[in-house]
């Protein structure tokens, strides 16, 4: 049985998590790089290669492996293309509202995502007045996870211990940020996506309509 530590604050994930953007990332990454290099990559498999990771290592990695240069204004170009896509096509997660409704709590997003994405894709998904101006990014502080920072810094910012603070998840990077930071965290695994942490507090979950009731056991 798990240990009683009760949950005083829950820390949201956002792409993948709150908003179904991970594909749509991905595709967009992909559709660059055929404009530019006329390479056809799948956008499914980018997607879980990197899911969850920084978007540098992303671009880095594919780069090497491809023998392209991407540009230095590729980031730049790339964020635009990525949010005329958001405005157009980005969806909350099933549930996702009447779950943080439900819980309460006090809450906050803490991303990997770059503060403008995230801006937009709470806005968009009719998310942004739920977490105000608690919308930490990675970016922020210059610390990615798997690194536990970002996590401590939003629970810091909260105002409550890391040991009684709850992190929403979608991605082993995130999984394992929660646990160096000390964290419960609750894996959205509806794509079982998320591999084995056994050192993690891990709960994993398929349905936001799960998630009240599994933080409440808490």
Known sequence: MAEARPIAAVIYDCDGTLVDSELLNARCMVDMITADH??????VAVEA????????????????RHGID??????????????????RELQAI??????????G?????????PPGKLATALRVTGLADYFGDLVFSAYDIE???????LFLHAAHALGVAPEHCA??????????????????????????????????DLVRFTDFGELPRLLGRY
């Open 38 to 43: 006329g390479i056809h990559l799948d956008a």
């Open 49 to 64: 290669e990197f899911r969850g990771g920084k978007f540098a290592d992303m671009c880095d990695t594919l780069a090497a």
């Open 70 to 87: 991407l540009g230095a204004d590729f980031t730049t170009r790339y964020r635009a293309y990525a949010s005329g896509v958001f405005e």
């Open 94 to 103: 099933p549930g996702v509202h009447a779950a943080i409704e439900a819980i």
């Open 105 to 113: 709590s006090p809450r906050c997003v803490a991303s990997s995502g």
């Open 143 to 149: 610390a990615w996870k798997p690194e536990p920072d």
């Open 167 to 200: 992190v929403i998840e979608d991605s082993d990077p995130g999984v394992e940020a929660a646990r160096r930071a000390g964290m419960r965290v609750f894996g959205y695994d509806h794509r079982r996506t998320i591999g084995d942490h056994p050192d993690a």
